[in-house]
T-cell receptor, first 111, second 115 residues
Framework: AQRVTQPEKLLSVFKGAPVELKCNYS??????LFWYVQYSRQRLQLLLR??SRESIKGFTADLNKGETSFHLKKPFAQEEDSAMYYC?????????????FGQGTTLQVKP | GAGVSQSPSNKVTEKGKDVELRCDPI?????LYWYRQSLGQGLEFLIY????????KSGLPSDRFSAERTGGSVSTLTIQRTQQEDSAVYLC?????????????FGNGTRLTVT
């Protein structure tokens, strides 16, 4: 069964501090991993995906198959990073299956 | 073009009544999802439509919940005999193609309140 776990409901840091939002997954095959973000009063939107190995708004995430993790990191948090972050996994044959989300982590960046 | 559109944006209903929530996906998107977002529960998968394949209904919490997608486009989520625990934001999302890295495009959601 697919499962995504985000152990922290709330992460509060000061501006300029490093940020790491944790995500662990459970899936027997090779999953596709994503991070989605929801800013205040905005729609949920894609932040980044593991296969692209990209950095978006200074955020990066590395897929660690040994630890079944896909933590989201940013070296210096900004106030505008405050939002709800969801880790998501897609499995299934040919990765055509449903997208399952974790419970979300609220990131609060204080001035 | 326009993004994913959901209606109504807010719905207040009495316990025991039926409700219908509508989703208009982005034109040409073959995949359509329904999720429920509530405090403490995160984003809960409900149902997934992919092209002409049978929908994945594995996330529907009870037989009071059902959804259909007509003509591969508009979808309706129906909740019968609503209960207070059904109160949540119901989100619809669509994506362009089957699997791969197609990102989901979300609507603004319908906030359902059952009194």
């Amino acid at each position: 069964a697919q499962r995504v776990t985000q152990p922290e409901k709330l992460l509060s840091v000061f501006k300029g501090a490093p940020v790491e939002l944790k995500c662990n997954y459970s899936y027997s095959g090779s999953p596709e991993l994503f991070w989605y973000v929801q800013y205040s009063r905005q729609r949920l939107q894609l932040l980044l995906r593991h296969i692209s190995r990209e950095s978006i708004k200074g955020f990066t995430a590395d897929l660690n198959k040994g630890e079944t993790s896909f933590h989201l990191k940013k070296p210096f948090a900004q106030e505008e990073d405050s939002a709800m972050y969801y880790c998501a996994l897609r499995g299934g044959s040919g990765n055509t299956g449903k997208l399952i989300f974790g419970q979300g982590t609220t990131l609060q960046v204080k001035p | 073009g326009a993004g994913v559109s959901q209606s109504p944006s807010n719905k207040v209903t009495e316990k025991g009544k039926d409700v219908e929530l509508r989703c208009d996906p982005i034109s040409g998107h073959t995949a359509l999802y329904w999720y429920r977002q509530s405090l403490g529960q995160g984003l809960e998968f409900l149902i997934y439509f992919q092209g002409n394949s049978a929908p994945d209904k594995s996330g529907l919490p009870s037989d009071r919940f059902s959804a259909e997608r007509t003509g591969g486009s508009v979808s309706t989520l129906t909740i019968q005999r609503t209960q207070q625990e059904d109160s949540a934001v119901y989100l619809c999302a669509s994506s362009q193609r089957q699997g791969g890295n197609s990102p989901l495009h979300f609507g603004n959601g319908t906030r359902l309140t059952v009194t």
